[in-house]
């Protein structure tokens, strides 16, 4: 892959290598609402699966090609061949499972929310997937005295946590149905945890499946429940603290940042969430997503399989 930032330097890209391959633009036979609609879906699909918004303002629109082949000859020159227009056609290596994300989610209008809601939040607050490895231990100040960055951080834990509930996987539980019949530590209500069992089973999503929850650093982050006592393989219980969950808990603890914490009124624990909160809700939904699109873990051959 090459990435360029200015049409003039492809004069220096010389013969193409064996194996690499000119761009290809994407047809879509649709009106302008539905293509930009596609359009968009996509680049939020990309920003979901990276983690991170590396594409600074990607396309949001599409553009007519004409009937006439000179009117399109003109428009190649124009917009590919233009800087200013150029820049918006990079090439991504995760591009054809982003196509593929968006494929399997256009017949689902709530999957789109969710993926447009997720990369929302991505693109509000997130961190590099890279910097949560345990080789770094705390690379980032757990919390800070910014107020502005506190509103960052709970509109970003409200859209990830959003996307779950748009998905129909987040936690159903009432005051005449608890989720929890412990005393002084979490225990699952049957009544409310087999029905979500059930519903995950039924979007495909296996709910025996566990989550890294990260925790870094000195133990200054809001307590989690006492049944959060997995430590991860990796873990060494002083700056990597991070923690195997199941995928319910980890759901509910995430309902729990968003319903305690950042949804309504701030209380006096909020200055208490950072980075690290952001990065576990934000990959609970990610998991969920790609899982609901039966695309976690898949590799590109068997991409290939799948849609031809």
């Given at each position: 892959m090459t990435k360029l930032s200015q049409f003039s330097t492809l004069k220096d890209i010389g013969i193409h290598r064996e194996g690499q391959e000119g761009g290809r633009l994407l047809q879509l036979g649709s009106n302008k609402t539905e293509a930009d609609n596609i359009i968009q879906l996509v680049c939020a699909a990309n920003v979901i699966?990276?983690?991170?918004?590396f594409v600074e303002n990607p396309p949001s629109c599409g553009f007519e090609l004409s009937d006439d082949e000179a009117d399109?000859?003109?428009?190649?020159?124009?917009v590919f061949r233009s800087d200013g227009f150029f820049q918006w056609f990079t090439y991504r290596h995760t591009l054809p499972v982003a196509v593929a994300i968006a494929a399997e989610a256009w017949r689902d209008k709530k999957l789109v929310y969710a993926i447009h809601k997720l990369a929302t939040s991505y693109e509000t607050e997130c961190v590099t997937p890279w910097s949560m490895h345990p080789r770094y231990g705390q690379a980032f100040e757990k919390h800070t005295d910014s107020f502005a960055s506190h509103v960052g951080t709970s509109v970003a834990i409200n859209l990830a946590y959003s996307?779950?509930?748009e998905l129909d996987l987040g936690v159903k539980a009432s005051g005449e149905m608890p989720r929890s019949i412990g005393k002084g530590t979490f225990v699952w209500n049957p009544d409310v945890l087999n029905p979500f069992k059930a519903r995950l089973r039924k979007a495909g999503i296996d709910p025996e499946r566990t989550i890294?929850?990260?925790?870094?650093?000195?133990?200054?982050?809001v307590p989690v429940y006492e049944m959060f006592n997995q430590l991860s393989e990796y873990s060494n219980g002083v700056d990597v603290r991070d923690r195997k969950v199941s995928l319910p808990d980890a759901i509910n603890f995430s309902e729990f940042l968003r319903s305690k914490m950042t949804a309504h009124a701030f209380s006096s624990e909020t200055n208490r969430l950072g980075p690290y909160e952001v990065y576990n809700v934000q990959q609970v939904a990610r998991f969920l997503i790609l899982s609901k699109c039966n695309l976690w873990n898949t590799w590109t051959e068997e991409l290939r399989t799948r849609y031809h």
């Amino acid at each position: 892959m090459t990435k360029l930032s200015q049409f003039s330097t492809l004069k220096d890209i010389g013969i193409h290598r064996e194996g690499q391959e000119g761009g290809r633009l994407l047809q879509l036979g649709s009106n302008k609402t539905e293509a930009d609609n596609i359009i968009q879906l996509v680049c939020a699909a990309n920003v979901i699966l990276e983690g991170f918004p590396f594409v600074e303002n990607p396309p949001s629109c599409g553009f007519e090609l004409s009937d006439d082949e000179a009117d399109r000859q003109v428009t190649f020159e124009n917009v590919f061949r233009s800087d200013g227009f150029f820049q918006w056609f990079t090439y991504r290596h995760t591009l054809p499972v982003a196509v593929a994300i968006a494929a399997e989610a256009w017949r689902d209008k709530k999957l789109v929310y969710a993926i447009h809601k997720l990369a929302t939040s991505y693109e509000t607050e997130c961190v590099t997937p890279w910097s949560m490895h345990p080789r770094y231990g705390q690379a980032f100040e757990k919390h800070t005295d910014s107020f502005a960055s506190h509103v960052g951080t709970s509109v970003a834990i409200n859209l990830a946590y959003s996307a779950i509930e748009e998905l129909d996987l987040g936690v159903k539980a009432s005051g005449e149905m608890p989720r929890s019949i412990g005393k002084g530590t979490f225990v699952w209500n049957p009544d409310v945890l087999n029905p979500f069992k059930a519903r995950l089973r039924k979007a495909g999503i296996d709910p025996e499946r566990t989550i890294d929850w990260v925790t870094r650093g000195e133990k200054s982050e809001v307590p989690v429940y006492e049944m959060f006592n997995q430590l991860s393989e990796y873990s060494n219980g002083v700056d990597v603290r991070d923690r195997k969950v199941s995928l319910p808990d980890a759901i509910n603890f995430s309902e729990f940042l968003r319903s305690k914490m950042t949804a309504h009124a701030f209380s006096s624990e909020t200055n208490r969430l950072g980075p690290y909160e952001v990065y576990n809700v934000q990959q609970v939904a990610r998991f969920l997503i790609l899982s609901k699109c039966n695309l976690w873990n898949t590799w590109t051959e068997e991409l290939r399989t799948r849609y031809h």
